[in-house]
Nanobody
Framework: QVRLVESGGGSVQAGGSLRLSCAVS?????MGWFRQAPGKEREGVAV???????NYANSVEGRFTISKDTAKNTLYLQMSSLNPEDTARYYC????????????????????WGQGTQVTVSA
């Protein structure tokens, strides 16, 4: 069983930064971050593979960084140069598949979800 608990969301002005954290219990084999804004489809933001390789959505490439601290059992999403289009509820996710491929960022199957944390970016 995997349990995920996010923290670190909040409100920030455009151009600012936030770091999201996800406390992990259990033994997930692929982890990532998704986001969903009102009226929009869920978007796979970033995934990190067991070997540490990462994959990002084009919309956040170069601005967001996903990382994990195995000793602390924590997943992070460092977000910089935030803009109002980044406003959404962000979810930590584990055991992600897309089109049957493990760790596919678009994630049409996700084994475990956190409860989400809101990020609001004002202009």
């Amino acid at each position: 069983q995997v349990r995920l608990v996010e923290s670190g969301g909040g409100s920030v002005q455009a151009g600012g930064s936030l770091r999201l954290s996800c406390a992990v219990s259990g033994y997930p084999y692929c982890m990532g971050w998704f986001r969903q804004a009102p009226g929009k489809e869920r978007e796979g933001v970033a995934v990190i593979y067991t070997d540490g390789k990462t994959n990002y959505a084009n919309s956040v490439e170069g601005r967001f960084t996903i990382s994990k601290d195995t000793a602390k059992n924590t997943l992070y999403l460092q977000m910089s140069s935030l803009n109002p289009e980044d406003t959404a509820r962000y979810y930590c996710a584990a055991n992600i598949y897309y089109a049957g491929v493990r760790c596919g960022r678009r994630g049409d199957y996700v084994g475990y979800w956190g409860q989400g944390t809101q990020v609001t970016v004002s202009a």
